[in-house]
């Protein structure tokens, strides 16, 4: 039985942001596939948030400000080149520093 955990490594810098790289915000975003169908919906987005609200980066994410944002087409899921989308977002405010590979 496998269980579904929110792990990720991050590592806090010195001015207080959080290091990320891209692949770890994907994986990071993958958890949230509810119904594995390769997609995150926003729906599954905003469940997953709401879900996990002892998880400090995302508790900041109130509403759909973000994930509206992240949706560029707004057929409600975050396709895999939205993504970056999201990760500039997290950047700018949820004081995440994501560095890609
Ligand atoms: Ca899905
Ligand atoms: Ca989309």
């Given at each position: 039985?496998t269980?579904k955990?929110?792990v990720?490594?991050?590592k ?12 770890q915000?994907e994986?990071?975003l ?13 729906d599954?987005?905003r ?8 998880w400090a980066?995302?508790?900041y ?16 899921f975050i ?18 520093k994501?560095?890609a590979y």
């Amino acid at each position: 039985m496998t269980h579904k955990r929110h792990v990720i490594r991050t590592k806090d810098l010195a001015d207080g942001k959080t290091e990320m790289t891209i692949k770890q915000f994907e994986e990071f975003l993958k958890q949230f596939d509810e119904n594995k169908d390769d997609r995150i919906s926003v729906d599954e987005l905003r469940q997953a948030i709401r879900r996990s609200g002892c998880w400090a980066i995302f508790a900041y994410w109130k509403g759909n400000r973000g994930m509206k944002s992240a949706d560029i087409n707004g057929d409600g899921f975050i396709d895999k080149d939205e993504i970056p989308k999201l990760a500039e977002f997290a950047e700018k405010e949820l004081n995440i520093k994501i560095v890609a590979y």
